[in-house]
């Protein structure tokens, strides 16, 4: 019987069906909660079970990378692997990849000084967004709306951590109806796509801040940017690719390597979980 191991830190509603997906298939699942286990990083032996395949699912964005780091050089296969989750993990290493491969993705500038930072949103234009190089949830995303508001967020992101101090600085794009796309990458198909759609007077459209979602229909144009995107992040894994939709057409503006998927299960009738089961299955092939 093929083992899975879903490594996580909290068994949320998507972690669950995962688990009754894996059953479903006749395979089984092994729970590892990320704070019961040590890994010997020196080549002894550590109490991790021992599993056919893992599927990473932690939410601690560094711990979630360490285990899938150690994994795999004890020779173990991590969806997603470490290269690609260590890119999608940080919005300025995604950017990268998304330019590099010429997929086209907002405008955004780096800064480490706020007058660097103010001299950069003078070449962007107000209004600007500036983010968090790491972090979920749309949390501590900003809408920069003239030089005071600029100044005075980054003064105040001085007194936070390092990663706050990395200034993130993006041009905004107006959101054609307030929405935005969210499709879900299963190896090489995209598989479904909801339309997150921001409540009033809301900049940001993540469900986790009262988004609604919609069932989107997965054009030629939507699966052949969500396909590109997820390859240049690292390709052969599951992904949930952002784009947006403004004057300019659509733009790819994160991609996200532990993606949820409990509001798209409801409002499109697919089956995700079960067709990232079956995709994780066949890696063990």
Known sequence: MVTVGLICDRVRWDEKELIKAVRRRGAKPLIIDQKNIFLDITGGKDNI???DIYLQRSVSTLKGLYISKILEEKGCTVINSFESSRICADKLLTTLALAKAGIP???TLIAFDIESGLEALEQLGYPAVIKP???????????LRDRQTARSIMEERTFMGALYQTFYLQEYVEKIGKKDIRSFVVGDRVVAAIYRIA???ELRTNTALGGRAEACQITPEIENLSLR???AVGGDGVYGV???????GMMVNEVNHTVEFHTTVPVTGIDVPGLIIDYVLERVK
């Open 49 to 51: 079970p021992e599993a």
């Open 133 to 143: 190089v790491i972090g979920s949830w749309g949390r501590f995303v900003a809408l």
């Open 242 to 248: 952002d784009i947006l939709i403004g004057d300019k």
């Open 105 to 107: 993705t907002p405008r």
């Open 229 to 231: 995107a997820a390859e």
């Open 199 to 201: 409540v009033k007077d």
